[in-house]
């Protein structure tokens, strides 16, 4: 069964507290949270202070998705506010690795992300030393957008990359996620599902949740 991971990008910012509780109480594991620089992606959302804010109100994993140009800049500031997993794209810095230890070193979990159009190949050399893999199933930007079912080629090539080579990250798909385009998925290897829309736009948020799971039984 997957776990979910909310994403407030489409929970109501005026009443985020009773959303944040709702999703929790389903069962998410997971929280999400769209950082948008309005560089790396046109859309600007929110910095670590929503980190900070959020933290003593949930025990969920705050899983922090940072679509930033040059993240290491802003590491430290999303592990100090309680992130619990920081995402890095490899199409946003020149230096990966770097990202990664920062992020480790800040003792916190350490996920790399890829767009639709980047390859496997690109963080192969990064594999060994991430917790996390985030492989975006729609190009990043916006909530709300279509699937694109040719990204499950590169979740099955790193589940397998993860059994050849023992590495011990968690597969995690965001973007266009629903109650049938999460089965394929799971069954190529993701363990974590990110859902926005599909969740927070829903009359019973609740029922969602659970359709995620129970869709991946
Ligand atoms: C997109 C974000 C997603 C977004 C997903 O750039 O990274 O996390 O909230 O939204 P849905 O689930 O609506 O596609
Ligand atoms: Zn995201």
Redesign the pocket.
Same mark, same amino acid.
Do not use: N
């Given at each position: 069964m997957i776990k979910v991971a909310p994403?407030i990008?489409?929970a109501d910012y005026v009443n985020l507290q009773p959303d944040i509780e709702m999703v929790e109480k389903a069962g998410a594991e997971f929280l /999400?949270i769209?950082v948008m620089d309005g560089q790396f @992606?046109p859309a600007i959302s929110y910095g670590p202070g929503w980190v900070k804010a959020i933290r003593p109100i949930s025990k969920m994993v705050l899983d922090v /998705?940072l679509?930033v140009q040059n993240p290491e800049r802003y590491v430290d500031a999303f592990a100090e506010a309680g992130a619990d997993i920081i995402g890095v794209h490899v199409e946003a810095t020149e230096h990966i690795h770097r990202a990664l230890q920062m992020i480790k070193n800040a003792g916190v979990k350490a996920e790399v992300v890829i767009n639709p159009g980047t390859p496997v190949s690109a963080i192969e050399p990064v594999l060994h030393m991430v917790d996390q893999v985030l492989v975006m199933t @729609?190009n990043?930007?916006?909530? %709300?957008?279509k699937f694109l079912p040719e990204t499950i080629k590169k979740i099955k090539k790193l589940d397998q990359l993860k059994q050849t080579e023992n590495y011990d990250f968690d597969i995690e798909i965001?973007? %266009? @996620?629903n109650d049938q385009t999460v089965k394929a998925c799971a069954e190529a290897g993701a363990r974590v599902a @990110?859902? %926005?829309?599909?969740v927070f736009n829903a009359e019973d948020p609740t029922a969602q949740i659970e359709a995620l799971k129970n869709a991946t039984k």
């Open positions: 994403s990008l489409s /999400h769209d @992606v /998705h679509m @729609v990043p930007g916006f909530g %709300g957008q965001d973007g %266009g @996620v @990110v859902a %926005g829309s599909y």
